[in-house]
């Protein structure tokens, strides 16, 4: 209550500044936009000079292309507009009044010279702060291979116990493409090449337009995009010491109306490469079980995957793009462990011992086929007026099939324990409607429908013992053919109202959205199918409002504020109540009656930018209800049975820092911090209690331009200890290091990346209750090299 006080006097106090503006004396204001696709130019230069060619003043326009220069002098101006690649337009004796000056929409064309081949280097800085987002430039990260290597540049994203992507303790992200929700968000960010990539948007309070999925926000990836004409060829070959390689094409011809595109991947991903050692204690019918594993493992996927897709401009308001994509052969996941293991058992005065060789191997397969459509309508060259269809599907080429096998190798024969589990036939579809109207001169609307559908007809899981061929005997106690049903449909509708007034801006918006789900689980018994049904259907209202105030014309200083309501629904995994085997000690089982996750989130901040050189702050509470965490329970003997509940309610309350500053014109220097509170209020069966812990999480890049096409990246990042309802982790440190070298004008490149330098990317974790079991491990990964040759070709025009 005291913070929603204190967010409710930070906006009230921002709001009033407005009132003590000061006397403007002449400005200008106009936008930027590309001559050949009316598309904005974000950060062209504009140069104000008085007759006598001497300079007055200088900005560059925001993502919107839009530019404001104020407290002029009146009189007789040239204004010069440039950006890289273009040719620059220069407005000669302008008379600047003491009214608003409006230049209205200024295009450039692409320089003459570029027509045999185009190669710009990003000016952008690396990170920037936006009212609603944080934007990460992906040129600006070379050694980024794909989406996801970009949002270690994020301080407050981190991967949970689980793998999951969080942000500021326990939020989750929904992803999207170009402005529209994708199935699979997370693998796709582990695909898409970070060279096709314009830039990635951090959205921790999304406006009513987006998905209400994800507690904490929207992670969107813009990709490159154009319609000039030519041809864009890009590859990249990739090796490193732990044995991943991967090699990427891409070719993209665009002509006078239309265009296409092909590109490719033939991968072996290293996702982990790692020592353990585990000590684990549990007590269970009047008996202490004691084991000590020590393992190597390495977890992979092996890769391959064609897309094409074309572009076509019906007229000179229509577009149409269609995308399809095919993985060729399988999806191979292929995770392997290796080590020792001694167990003891105590019982009274009594003390067995026990120990073998351990091999687990886990192979993932799957093979998928997809292909999206948008269509869109401008009324207008500004795209104020629109109108937009999105289409998206995707389904299985062939079934899911996963196998982990655990082998306990004594002297004298070998124990195969482990399960076996499939998905049929699963089918992904997204359609997505919007229409936006601008119905004054500064207020704009917009509303939508969206669907999400999501069928499973089939999955099964089996856990079992298996022959050395490899067949699976079922445990006895384990239900005959098991499986599950699930179905999730999703509709939606939003609206919302944007409008500016002077220095303010307000973004206010409404969603609705009604939830359909189905998780039948069914299995043999005595001849007979026992089918077990579960329906849960519900409707949610989420509200948003985002509100700025500039501080000076040229939007360089800016207050904002944020409201968003946000849900985390389970994933369908998460909901089947099957056991399943997990490891040597521990078991999974879904839970059909986990609630969804609600958030509230608030936010206020500050920004304020130079030029590429920028400064922000932000203060920000979310509280979430029904939080999601996996929580054990001692199930028989040492086996612990994880399952997904309903925990209690989180708070987080903290500031976040961003800076960035070019020290010198060849040397940029990036920071980023995030300090919070975390409050776990634990309501669950017996444990009733509060989890405390202060978060911190820090990240220093610099970026160094160096002679001869040479550049040189060092990044420094700490992560705090954190800490949920059973399990706690050490922080850590890890820094990377990569030099880039370009050659012929830098058609080629090659870099070369050194990834925890110092080995300090190790810690332990610590797993508990009050009574029954206690779980200590140490994790550590080794430095590793990596080489990546790049050939990039445009003549794009």
Same mark, same amino acid.
């Given at each position: 209550?005291?913070?929603?006080?204190?967010?409710?006097?930070?906006?009230?106090?921002?709001?009033?500044?407005?009132?003590?503006?000061?006397?403007?004396?002449?400005?200008?204001?106009?936008?930027?936009?590309?001559?050949?696709?009316?598309?904005?130019?974000?950060?062209?230069?504009?140069?104000?000079?008085?007759?006598?060619?001497?300079?007055?003043?200088?900005?560059?326009?925001?993502?919107?292309?839009?530019?404001?220069?104020?407290?002029?002098?009146?009189?007789?101006?040239?204004?010069?507009?440039?950006?890289?690649?273009?040719?620059?337009?220069?407005?000669?004796?302008?008379?600047?009044?003491?009214?608003?000056?409006?230049?209205?929409?200024?295009?450039?064309?692409?320089?003459?010279?570029?027509?045999?081949?185009?190669?710009?280097?990003?000016?952008?800085?690396?990170?920037?702060?936006?009212?609603?987002?944080?934007?990460?430039?992906?040129?600006?990260?070379?050694?980024?291979?794909?989406?996801?290597?970009?949002?270690?540049?994020?301080?407050?994203?981190?991967?949970?116990?689980?793998?999951?992507?969080?942000?500021?303790?326990?939020?989750?992200?929904?992803?999207?493409?170009?402005?529209?929700?994708?199935?699979?968000?997370?693998?796709?960010?582990?695909?898409?090449?970070?060279?096709?990539?314009?830039?990635?948007?951090?959205?921790?309070?999304?406006?009513?337009?987006?998905?209400?999925?994800?507690?904490?926000?929207?992670?969107?990836?813009?990709?490159?995009?154009?319609?000039?004409?030519?041809?864009?060829?890009?590859?990249?070959?990739?090796?490193?010491?732990?044995?991943?390689?991967?090699?990427?094409?891409?070719?993209?011809?665009?002509?006078?109306?239309?265009?296409?595109?092909?590109?490719?991947?033939?991968?072996?991903?290293?996702?982990?490469?790692?020592?353990?050692?585990?000590?684990?204690?549990?007590?269970?019918?009047?008996?202490?079980?004691?084991?000590?594993?020590?393992?190597?493992?390495?977890?992979?996927?092996?890769?391959?995957?064609?897309?094409?897709?074309?572009?076509?401009?019906?007229?000179?308001?229509?577009?149409?793009?269609?995308?399809?994509?095919?993985?060729?052969?399988?999806?191979?996941?292929?995770?392997?462990?290796?080590?020792?293991?001694?167990?003891?058992?105590?019982?009274?005065?009594?003390?067995?011992?026990?120990?073998?060789?351990?091999? =687990?191997?886990?192979?993932?397969?799957?093979?998928?086929?997809?292909?999206?459509?948008?269509? /869109?309508?401008?009324?207008?060259?500004?795209?104020?007026?629109?109108?937009?269809?999105?289409?998206?599907?995707?389904?299985?080429?062939?079934?899911?099939?996963?196998?982990?096998?655990?082998?306990?190798?004594?002297?004298?024969?070998?124990?195969?324990?482990?399960?076996?589990?499939?998905?049929?036939?699963?089918?992904?579809?997204?359609?997505?409607?919007?229409?936006?109207?601008?119905?004054?001169?500064?207020?704009?609307?917009?509303?939508?429908?969206?669907?999400?559908?999501? /069928?499973?007809?089939?999955?099964?899981?089996?856990?079992?013992?298996?022959?050395?061929?490899?067949?699976?005997?079922?445990?006895?106690?384990?239900?005959?053919?098991?499986?599950?049903?699930?179905?999730?449909?999703?509709?939606?509708?939003?609206?919302?109202?944007?409008?500016?007034?002077?220095?303010?801006?307000?973004?206010?918006?409404?969603?609705?959205?009604?939830?359909?789900?189905?998780?039948?689980?069914?299995?043999?018994?005595?001849?007979?199918?026992?089918?077990?049904?579960?329906?849960?259907?519900?409707?949610?209202?989420?509200?948003?409002?985002?509100?700025?105030?500039?501080?000076?014309?040229?939007?360089?200083?800016?207050?904002?504020?944020?409201?968003?309501?946000?849900?985390?629904?389970?994933?369908?995994?998460?909901?089947?109540?099957?056991?399943?085997?997990?490891?040597?000690?521990?078991?999974?089982?879904?839970?059909?009656?986990?609630?969804?996750?609600?958030?509230?989130?608030?936010?206020?901040?500050?920004?304020?930018?130079?030029?590429?050189?920028?400064?922000?702050?932000?203060?920000?509470?979310?509280?979430?209800?029904?939080?999601?965490?996996?929580?054990?329970?001692?199930?028989?003997?040492?086996?612990?049975?994880?399952?997904?509940?309903?925990?209690?309610?989180?708070?987080?309350?903290?500031?976040?820092?961003?800076?960035?500053?070019?020290?010198?014109?060849?040397?940029?220097?990036?920071?980023?911090?995030?300090?919070?509170?975390?409050?776990?209020?634990?309501?669950?069966?017996?444990?009733?209690?509060?989890?405390? =812990?202060?978060?911190?999480?820090?990240?220093?890049?610099?970026?160094?331009?160096?002679?001869?096409?040479?550049?040189?990246?060092?990044?420094?990042?700490?992560?705090?200890?954190?800490?949920?309802?059973?399990?706690?982790?050490?922080?850590?440190?890890?820094?990377?290091?990569?030099?880039?070298?370009?050659?012929?004008?830098?058609?080629?490149?090659?870099?070369?990346?050194?990834?925890?330098?110092?080995?300090?990317?190790?810690?332990?974790?610590?797993?508990?209750?009050?009574?029954?079991?206690?779980?200590?491990?140490?994790?550590?990964?080794?430095?590793?090299?990596?080489?990546?040759?790049?050939?990039?070709?445009?003549?794009?025009?």
């Amino acid at each position: 209550m005291v913070f929603k006080h204190f967010f409710l006097l930070c906006i009230t106090c921002f709001l009033g500044l407005g009132i003590n503006s000061y006397a403007q004396k002449a400005d200008i204001r106009g936008r930027v936009l590309d001559k050949a696709t009316y598309e904005p130019i974000a950060y062209a230069n504009i140069f104000l000079f008085t007759e006598r060619d001497s300079f007055v003043k200088g900005t560059i326009t925001d993502e919107k292309g839009v530019f404001r220069i104020a407290r002029i002098t009146p009189g007789n101006y040239s204004i010069k507009i440039s950006f890289i690649g273009y040719n620059s337009v220069i407005l000669k004796d302008k008379f600047l009044n003491t009214e608003k000056n409006d230049l209205g929409d200024i295009v450039l064309e692409v320089l003459a010279e570029n027509l045999k081949e185009v190669v710009v280097k990003s000016s952008r800085p690396p990170l920037t702060y936006k009212v609603d987002r944080k934007v990460i430039d992906a040129r600006s990260f070379p050694g980024a291979d794909v989406a996801m290597d970009l949002l270690e540049n994020v301080p407050s994203v981190q991967l949970s116990f689980d793998g999951k992507l969080t942000y500021r303790g326990d939020g989750t992200f929904k992803v999207y493409i170009n402005g529209n929700p994708t199935p699979n968000g997370e693998e796709k960010l582990r695909q898409i090449p970070a060279n096709q990539i314009d830039r990635m948007e951090i959205i921790t309070n999304p406006s009513a337009k987006y998905d209400s999925e994800g507690t904490a926000g929207i992670i969107q990836v813009i990709l490159k995009k154009n319609r000039l004409e030519g041809y864009n060829i890009t590859s990249t070959l990739k090796l490193d010491s732990r044995g991943e390689y991967y090699g990427l094409f891409s070719v993209d011809k665009k002509g006078e109306k239309s265009g296409w595109y092909i590109q490719g991947q033939l991968s072996r991903y290293i996702w982990e490469k790692y020592s353990e050692n585990e000590y684990q204690k549990v007590e269970s019918e009047n008996k202490v079980y004691e084991t000590t594993l020590n393992t190597d493992h390495k977890n992979r996927e092996n890769k391959s995957y064609i897309e094409l897709g074309f572009n076509h401009d019906f007229t000179e308001r229509d577009y149409i793009n269609f995308s399809g994509y095919i993985y060729p052969s399988k999806t191979k996941k292929h995770n392997k462990s290796k080590g020792v293991v001694h167990e003891s058992i105590a019982e009274l005065s009594n003390v067995t011992d026990n120990g073998y060789d351990y091999l =687990s191997e886990l192979n993932y397969n799957y093979q998928y086929v997809g292909a999206t459509l948008s269509y /869109d309508h401008k009324f207008n060259k500004e795209r104020t007026h629109l109108l937009s269809l999105y289409l998206d599907y995707a389904g299985y080429l062939r079934d899911l099939e996963e196998r982990q096998i655990d082998s306990k190798i004594y002297t004298t024969h070998t124990e195969r324990v482990g399960y076996m589990a499939s998905e049929k036939n699963e089918t992904i579809f997204v359609g997505k409607l919007s229409y936006k109207l601008p119905i004054h001169k500064n207020i704009t609307l917009e509303s939508g429908l969206n669907i999400n559908i999501d /069928d499973i007809p089939k999955a099964t899981s089996t856990s079992g013992t298996f022959d050395d061929k490899g067949v699976i005997t079922k445990f006895a106690n384990e239900p005959l053919n098991q499986s599950v049903y699930f179905n999730q449909k999703i509709y939606s509708a939003f609206l919302t109202l944007e409008t500016e007034w002077k220095r303010f801006a307000l973004l206010v918006g409404a969603r609705l959205e009604s939830t359909h789900r189905q998780s039948d689980y069914s299995y043999d018994l005595n001849g007979q199918r026992i089918t077990i049904p579960s329906k849960n259907n519900f409707t949610d209202f989420f509200p948003t409002i985002h509100l700025s105030y500039s501080l000076d014309e040229s939007e360089s200083a800016q207050l904002y504020g944020s409201y968003s309501k946000r849900i985390h629904r389970p994933d369908y995994w998460s909901l089947l109540p099957m056991e399943q085997y997990q490891s040597l000690y521990s078991y999974y089982k879904g839970n059909g009656d986990l609630k969804p996750a609600h958030s509230n989130a608030y936010e206020v901040g500050y920004k304020k930018s130079w030029n590429r050189d920028f400064i922000a702050a932000e203060v920000f509470w979310r509280n979430t209800s029904d939080v999601t965490q996996d929580y054990a329970q001692v199930d028989s003997s040492n086996v612990l049975m994880y399952s997904p509940e309903n925990v209690g309610k989180s708070t987080n309350i903290g500031v976040e820092l961003m800076a960035g500053v070019d020290v010198f014109t060849w040397w940029n220097v990036n920071f980023s911090s995030s300090l919070f509170s975390y409050r776990l209020k634990v309501d669950f069966e017996n444990q009733h209690n509060t989890v405390k =812990s202060l978060r911190y999480s820090g990240r220093i890049n610099n970026t160094i331009k160096l002679p001869q096409s040479f550049t040189f990246r060092w990044d420094l990042s700490y992560r705090s200890p954190i800490h949920d309802a059973q399990r706690k982790r050490d922080g850590y440190f890890v820094s990377n290091m990569s030099l880039r070298k370009g050659f012929l004008n830098n058609r080629w490149a090659a870099i070369i990346a050194y990834n925890n330098v110092f080995s300090t990317l190790n810690y332990h974790t610590i797993s508990k209750n009050d009574t029954d079991f206690y779980i200590n491990n140490y994790y550590k990964e080794k430095p590793f090299v990596s080489l990546r040759i790049i050939y990039s070709f445009n003549n794009q025009k």
